[in-house]
């Protein structure tokens, strides 16, 4: 018996859906074919690919070191099957994005992408910056965009592009434009959940002279924050590309502060394994094509 392609095909599709049946329907089988599958391939190599963790399937470390070798062959088949055009790419993309950037700066660029390649189909999963790493670490995305720090000896970043964090209040509250030390001591604040790239660098930013900041309401979606902000919860901290549209509609007003909030949005990749040519082309394209926010 020899490994054949529905296997590799199951054991990706496992990585990407941590569960047998939603992988069999991701490659329209049954779920019988798809376990029969995988526990061929698993003989076949003379090792488990996966542990069972509550209802989902994790990766074992030697299923991580053959998940990029079987998309590098899945997509070399689907390149064969496309050669009709030598410049066109077909097959899947799994990306993993913290919320601002997988809400606001990889929607164009994937768009960009699709108007040149058609045939690829994009997997987002938008999570904080923690979730993103743990998405590449477990192999589940070959390429993670994030707003926070990495520093992983498995994984390596490119710095992307340049972000502005602002410091924003309610249109409705009688806040002075300017906000001192004792200011931003004294706020009740609104922030992203623990782990989240903007929360980071925040705090970092407020430590030297704030040591805590009165957090009345930590959240984990962008829209909740400027949500609770309009409503008079307390101060919020995002990116400024984030906020626009309230912005413009008056539901809320910025604040000069002390505070230095300018980061990085970086481009993470695993650092020992090659990218496909999909992963490889969709990263050129971003570091050449700057987004319009």
């Given at each position: ?56 399937l994790q ?68 999570g904080n ?12 995305a070959e ?151």
């Amino acid at each position: 018996m020899r490994i054949t392609l529905r296997q590799l095909q199951i054991f990706e599709a496992v990585v990407h859906t941590g569960s047998v049946t939603a992988a069999a329907d991701m490659v329209s089988i049954s779920q019988p074919a798809a376990s029969q599958a995988l526990r061929e391939l698993e003989t076949l190599l003379g090792r488990p690919l996966f542990r069972r963790h509550g209802k989902r399937l994790q990766i074992t470390p030697q299923a991580r070191h053959l998940l990029p070798q079987a998309r590098a062959v899945l997509s070399q088949i689907e390149q064969i099957e496309s050669m009709g055009n030598e410049d066109e790419l077909s097959g899947s993309l799994h990306l993993a994005a913290s919320v601002s950037v997988g809400n606001y700066l990889l929607p164009e660029q994937m768009s960009a992408f699709k108007r040149q390649h058609p045939n690829i189909r994009f997997n987002l999963d938008i999570g904080n910056t923690q979730s993103v790493i743990q998405q590449l670490l477990t192999g589940k995305a070959e390429v993670g965009f994030i707003e926070g720090y990495c520093q992983h000896a498995e994984l390596m970043t490119q710095v992307w592009l340049k972000d502005e964090l602002v410091v924003f209040g309610s249109a409705q509250e009688s806040r002075p434009d300017t906000l001192t030390w004792d200011d931003l001591r004294q706020a009740d604040w609104v922030t992203r959940e623990a782990g989240s790239g903007t929360r980071n660098i925040l705090e970092q930013a407020t430590a030297s002279e704030i040591p805590h900041l009165n957090i009345v309401l930590s959240l984990a979606h962008m829209e909740a924050v400027k949500q609770a902000v309009i409503h008079q919860m307390g101060l919020g901290c995002l990116s400024r590309m984030a906020i626009s549209q309230e912005l413009n509609s008056g539901l809320i007003q910025l604040h000069k502060t002390p505070l230095e909030l300018n980061r990085n949005l970086l481009i993470v990749m695993p650092k020992n394994t090659a990218l496909t040519q999909n992963a490889q082309r969709f990263v050129d394209q971003c570091r050449t094509i700057a987004p319009s926010v």
